[in-house]
């Protein structure tokens, strides 16, 4: 018709038009991959909008953002997280490709984006950690796909999410942190957000000495990582004698051990490259 179409099939017909209508010819109508209308079109969403669902997909659209099909793995994350009333809102676009690491979908909202690795589950982004790993290149920068959706129950407020190469992390005094490779390991060891650790309060850093590695600073310990030796955490008072004996740039160079605390009398150890540092309630930190 002048300003619509109908389809009809199996005896129900549904009205299309305006920009729903559009960007369904632009899939090729119903010989493309969304296939028939299955409902009619909804314009009395809220916040405003238009809906209609097909086959194999739906197409939305609001007076601010375009008519966009959303499809397949990133329709069951949309949908799982609110729709249109979820924190995702609408669509600003259209799902594009992509080659790395393996590839996948991935789709942005006016509200963050979600993103669909190839045969995996799709996940969103959003917030603080969806800015910060929109900025470290998204999937195709060193953290990978998401593998996880974000927590937000940690302590103090903060949340966090697993990629395939890392995990980020963010509270309102620390901001949003990126955790990567061994030192993740290390911190997952002692417990995450939820041990002795608390939170990053910076990116890791490469530490020259004895070798290079990376450092990295928690709220309450430090991660020290090289490729030869592993990683591993330090904190308390055998953490302050290692900075006062000069770091991994000092005689006991890089850890190689995590911290054991179940030694005779309360005591604690740990092992370096080329010694060990002792301590005890009555003796201090002692490095041998």
Not at 11 to 18: F, S
Not at 98 to 126: D, H, L, P
Not at 156 to 161: L, M, W, Y
């Amino acid at each position: 018709f002048q300003r619509a179409a109908i389809y009809w099939r199996f005896g129900a017909g549904y009205v299309m038009y305006g920009g729903i209508r559009e960007e369904y010819d632009r899939h090729g109508w119903s010989g493309g991959e969304l296939g028939w209308p299955t409902t009619a079109q909804d314009c009395g969403l809220t916040p405003a909008g238009c809906t209609q669902t097909f086959q194999n997909g739906v197409i939305v659209w609001s007076p601010s953002t375009p008519a966009a099909r959303i499809d397949g793995a990133v329709l069951a994350t949309y949908r799982a997280e609110g729709a249109h009333t979820g924190r995702l809102g609408y669509p600003t676009g259209g799902a594009t490709a992509s080659s790395a690491a393996g590839g996948g979908v991935k789709q942005s909202f006016t509200g963050g984006s979600i993103m669909a690795r190839k045969g995996a589950t799709a996940y969103s982004t959003w917030g603080g950690i969806g800015i910060a790993y929109a900025a470290k290149g998204a999937e195709a920068g060193s953290l990978g796909w998401p593998t996880g959706s974000q927590q937000c129950d940690l302590a103090g407020g903060g949340c966090r999410q697993d990629f395939q190469n890392g995990a980020l992390v963010w509270s309102p005094g620390t901001g949003t942190v990126s955790v990567e490779g061994s030192v993740l390991a290390a911190y997952d060891r002692a417990g995450g957000v939820a041990g002795v650790a608390g939170y990053p309060t910076g990116p890791a850093a490469v530490r020259v000495g004895n070798g290079t590695g990376v450092v990295q600073v928690f709220q309450n310990a430090v991660v020290y990582a090289t490729p030869a030796t592993g990683a591993f955490m330090l904190r308390g008072p055998i953490r302050d004698a290692y900075v006062q004996a000069g770091y991994n740039q000092g005689v006991l160079g890089w850890p190689v051990s995590d911290l054991d605390c179940t030694l005779p009398g309360g005591g604690c150890r740990q092992d370096f490259q080329n010694g060990a540092l002792v301590w005890s309630p009555g003796t201090g930190t002692v490095s041998v």
